[in-house]
């Protein structure tokens, strides 16, 4: 509900944004000092820095970017500027829309722009081409909540089985077979999905369908495929709802996992519990998606992955920029914007805040080159 | 000196006021009524159009329309996928109206009727008092504090009536069914099904049918009530035949101002109930209905192109179903208004 309620808010503001933007336009007076941003901190350049920078986009990267863009406007206002940084989580498809309609001048998304969206962007663009950076992995978590139990080792087709609804009882062989030391009651089982439309649920299915094919058969999907049962609004509903019964499981964003268990997953040989370090890793592991521009980084996540030490349930979250800005002001807030986020800082503070996973130092340099390499003016 | 000077030319500037003004002040009024007035229809109309117009590509893509105007494929079936939704609203605002109207009735009788003076003041205020609560506060006690309170009277119910009696195995359609189907089904918890969203709704329609009710009520003409109490009448007695019956026609009329609430409420709804696409009639079953409004809430940030314009359709589906609500409800009030 605050996500609806930070949309009029934010509608509010873009008003605001409007007449304010003009005045930020007169007084571009702007050195290349946007890209010194990446060495982090107290000497960022962040003086020159005025105006307004409106984005929108995946709710999933809500948290992180709350935190960024509050640090981010504290370390600018420590230095003498008055840049406004906002974001309206309001979902991906509306937040890519809004930034190919010029309407924000960055959008948060969790799918990358695809290749007819990379060709409208060249309007807005000044006539250059957009393109997406990874900035936010978070580990997806499988959680649960039975009595009397606290760790479980599932198998992608038992998670898959147990989704789909054919392994309907705690006590089910299937189950018991990797657990040989969890006393699994006679209960059953209560899978509980999002009601709503999310990445999360998006990437949880893809990770179901690669793994498990036999055994999932619904393919990635972002709306739960599967008629009735249990389910909860956002991820807070989703918890409350797992929490709220008995025999429960459901999949969530780590971060959010409170208290309720949460089940290792079988990777090769392995059981790997999430962690950000093992999040972290499935995004090195996995080659970047062809067919894209060298400043374009998408990253195909290999689901199937069978490295060791890799929790290859994740969700990547895009940042989807301009390769050019035409307004000069505006172009050099944003470099200094997502520098920030890919730095080691802004990676940390999104980490405490959201409990996502940080950038690896090479993919944070290579995002880093591919911000610099954003023209303005 | 100056006070007299400020005297005298306040009382000239007044009859200015009141002679050359007088003109003025009535076309103005007569302007900004008749303005207000159609502000209403305009605003009325400008959602109107919205919805249509936004529902036009969900319109050429589905598969009512598609196949029959062009070979383009049809996506999705609008029948199919609206009218689960439509069932599941009317049926959670039926079940709302069911419980909140005979407590409704209760509550305002006894206020305009049974309570003392200064109780009764005391209870309209508190009861206008629950209608200023946000539903999303009563999102959030349903959700949290009622559905786990209520998940031992949901078992009872399911393990008595909802198995007991059944219905003779020779009746058609029916036979070995539970008779109270309503109760019958598997519930499991947390128990986020209609019956919590209906009591929910139930609560927070309440508040209007009462005010509305206890108005009406404390409208009776003391004359006849005090006819029939001269006539020996009990209280009881005076109630259902004086005071009912004049109250008649209001009360339909609050109950449909509490439909309408119960019909569009979308928060409460989101926050407790785990939804569904069925026309179930097992109210304790989790993950067997949605409202429209509900669902639109629900899908309308991740929603862009013919998502959104279908989410726009069921949209016009309820505004529409609402129109027709209040309509009989018009029209009930105005015949048992000629009745009496």
Redesign the interface.
């Known amino acids: 509900?605050n996500?609806?309620s930070n949309k009029i808010a934010s509608l509010a503001a873009l008003g605001l944004v409007g007449g304010l933007a003009l005045t930020a336009c007169g007084g571009g007076s702007s050195s290349d000092s946007g890209s010194g941003a990446s060495d982090s901190g107290a000497n960022g350049g962040y003086a020159e820095l005025t105006g307004n920078l409106p984005g929108a986009g995946a709710?999933s990267a809500q948290a992180a970017q709350t935190a960024w863009t509050e640090t981010f406007m504290g370390l600018v206002q420590a230095e003498g500027g008055d840049l406004t940084v906002t974001y309206d989580?309001?979902?991906?498809?509306?937040g890519r829309?809004q930034f190919l309609t010029g309407q924000v001048q960055y959008a948060g998304t969790d799918a990358a722009l695809d290749e007819e969206e990379l060709a409208a962007s060249t309007e807005v663009c000044n006539g250059e081409q957009a393109f997406d950076l990874p900035v936010y992995i978070s580990p997806i978590a499988v959680v649960f909540n039975i009595e009397g139990v606290d760790s479980l080792n599932l198998t992608p087709e038992v998670v898959a089985g147990i989704f789909a609804g054919d392994i309907t009882n705690w006590n089910d062989e299937a189950i018991a077979a990797d657990n040989p030391d969890v006393e699994l009651p006679d209960l059953?089982i209560?899978p509980v999905h999002r009601?709503?439309?999310?990445?999360t649920t998006e990437n949880f299915t893809e990770y179901l369908s690669e793994t498990a094919p036999d055994a999932w058969t619904h393919g990635p999907v972002?709306?739960w495929p599967i008629?009735?049962?249990?389910?909860?609004?956002g991820t807070s509903?989703l918890i409350?709802?797992v929490e709220?019964?008995?025999g429960t499981i459901g999949y969530a964003d780590a971060s959010q996992a409170g208290n309720l268990g949460t089940a290792a997953i079988q990777v090769g040989e392995e059981f790997v519990s999430y962690s950000a370090e093992a999040a972290a890793a499935a995004v090195d592991a996995s080659p970047r998606e062809e067919g894209r521009e060298e400043n374009d980084i998408v990253v195909e996540l290999d689901r199937t992955t069978t490295e060791e030490g890799v929790y290859p349930i994740v969700l990547v979250s895009y940042l989807a920029l301009c390769g050019s800005y035409a307004d000069s002001a505006q172009g050099e807030a944003v470099k200094a914007y997502a520098s920030y986020i890919v730095s080691t800082e802004g990676q940390q503070v999104a980490a405490e805040n959201a409990g996502s996973a940080p950038l690896s130092e090479e993919l944070s340099s290579e995002a880093q080159a591919a911000i610099d390499a954003i023209s303005v003016g | 000196m100056s006070t007299t000077d400020a005297a005298e030319e306040s009382s000239s500037s007044a009859s200015t006021l009141r002679r050359g003004g007088r003109r003025f002040g009535d076309s103005l009024f007569s302007v900004l009524s008749i303005g207000s007035g159609l502000l209403i229809f305009l605003t009325l109309a400008a959602v109107a159009i919205f919805l249509t117009n936004e529902s036009v590509p969900a319109l050429l893509a589905s598969e009512e329309l598609a196949g029959f105007l062009s070979n383009a494929e049809p996506d999705f079936s609008l029948i199919s996928y609206t009218a689960p939704y439509i069932f599941g609203t009317i049926l959670a605002a039926a079940l709302a109206l069911a419980m909140a109207i005979p407590v409704s009735l209760g509550i305002a009788l006894f206020i305009s009727h049974y309570a003392p003076r200064r109780m009764a003041a005391g209870l309209g205020y508190m009861i206008d008092l629950l209608a200023a609560v946000p539903s999303?506060v009563y999102g959030l006690w349903g959700?949290?504090w009622l559905?786990?309170k209520l998940e031992p009277l949901y078992t009872l119910l399911n393990e008595t009536l909802g198995t007991f009696p059944t219905w003779p195995g020779f009746v058609p359609w029916v036979g070995g069914e539970p008779v109270v189907a309503l109760f019958a089904g598997d519930p499991?918890?947390?128990m986020?099904n209609l019956a919590s969203a209906s009591i929910v709704l139930a609560v927070m329609v309440l508040p209007i049918i009462t005010a509305v009710s206890r108005e009406v009520f404390l409208q009776t003409p003391r004359l006849q009530e005090e006819a029939a109490l001269a006539l020996g009448a009990t209280r009881f007695e005076v109630v259902k035949t004086v005071v009912l019956p004049f109250g008649r026609s209001g009360v339909v009329a609050a109950s449909m101002l509490g439909l309408g609430r119960a019909l569009g409420e979308t928060?409460a709804v989101?926050?407790i109930l785990?939804?569904?696409?069925?026309f179930s009639f097992h109210i304790l079953e989790?993950?067997?209905h949605q409202s429209i409004a509900a669902n639109i809430?629900?899908?309308q940030?991740?929603?862009?192109?013919v998502d959104m314009s279908l989410l726009i359709f069921t949209g016009l589906v309820l505004f529409v179903l609402t129109f027709i609500i209040n309509a009989i409800a018009r029209w009930i009030v105005a015949r048992s208004g000629v009745k009496s």
């Open positions: 509900m996500v609806r709710s989580p309001t979902g991906s498809g509306t829309e059953e209560v009601s709503d439309d999310s990445g972002e709306t008629s009735g049962g249990q389910s909860g609004d509903g409350s709802t709220g019964g008995n | 999303v959700g949290i559905v786990p499991t918890a947390p986020n928060m989101l926050m785990a939804p569904g696409a069925t989790v993950g067997r809430a629900s899908r940030a991740e929603a862009s192109g």
